[in-house]
């Protein structure tokens, strides 16, 4: 799976868009993007994922660079339940469901009221 | 909406004494993970289990852990002689194997205190 890249951490205000970048600069053609986060050592929750096309979802929306080097997630009306530690993954396509995730660092959002 | 759950929420054992941490996943998966994460840090895989065997394990899944489905609904992990150092949060998950590239499903978590 290829490696990716966020921020150690972000600062955004309740009620703006929270946008949080991931690089991916080696990610290759049969991998997807996908976009989880962890609330206060509850259990991680998975969020969105895409392979090329934007996707958005009730949660949150997923922007991919035409290259696909990048992507962010962007979170349209940040609430204060939102501040979590939000994880990137790239993953290659899994046929039979499995579905082992890797976490990284992530990024830790804080929502500031 | 379906969910995995967990038991205990926080489990205390003195070391050296074996400890079982349960799992319910969700009713109609059948891939099964374990994860754990030690304070601060990150969450890692340990072992994911389909078909009533392990499919795939970490270098963390050592001999001392082992895991079972002991019948249709439960998922449970063992470690047979707890150490300090496996104090930490273990997280279950589970996914469906008719939708490929969808998403693990995870419980809350058992935090697991060796004393």
């Known amino acids: 799976d290829a490696k990716t890249t966020q921020p150690p951490s972000m600062d955004c205000a309740e009620g703006r868009a929270a946008n949080l970048p991931c690089n991916h600069s080696t990610i290759s053609g049969n991998e997807y993007v996908y976009w989880y986060r962890q609330i206060h050592s509850q259990g991680p929750q998975y969020i969105i994922h895409?392979?090329?096309n934007n996707e958005t979802n009730e949660m949150a929306s997923l922007i991919i660079t035409e290259d696909r080097k990048s992507s962010t997630l962007i979170l349209p009306h940040a609430t204060l339940r939102d501040t979590a530690v939000y994880y990137c993954?790239?993953?290659?396509?899994?046929?039979?469901?499995?579905?082992?995730?890797?976490f990284g660092i992530g990024t830790k959002l804080q929502v500031i009221p | 909406e379906p969910e995995v759950t967990q038991t205990p929420s926080h489990q205390v054992t003195q070391m050296g004494q074996e400890v079982i941490l349960r799992c319910v996943p969700i009713?109609?998966?059948?891939?099964f993970y374990w994860y754990r994460q030690i304070l601060g840090q990150k969450v890692e895989f340990l072992v994911s289990?389909?078909?009533?065997?392990?499919?795939?394990k970490s270098e963390i899944f050592d001999d001392q852990f082992s895991v079972e489905r002991p019948d249709g609904s439960n998922f449970t992990l063992k470690i047979r002689s707890t150490k300090l150092e496996d104090s930490a949060m273990y997280f279950c998950?589970?996914?469906?194997?008719?939708?490929?590239?969808?998403?693990?499903?995870f419980g809350q978590g058992t935090r697991l205190t060796v004393v």
């Open positions: 895409g392979l090329k």
């Open positions: 289990f389909y078909n009533n065997e392990i499919s795939e």
């Open positions: 009713s109609n998966h059948l891939y």
């Open positions: 993954i790239v993953r290659g396509i899994n046929s039979g469901g499995y579905q082992k995730v890797t």
């Open positions: 998950a589970s996914s469906d194997p008719t939708a490929p590239n969808t998403e693990a499903f």
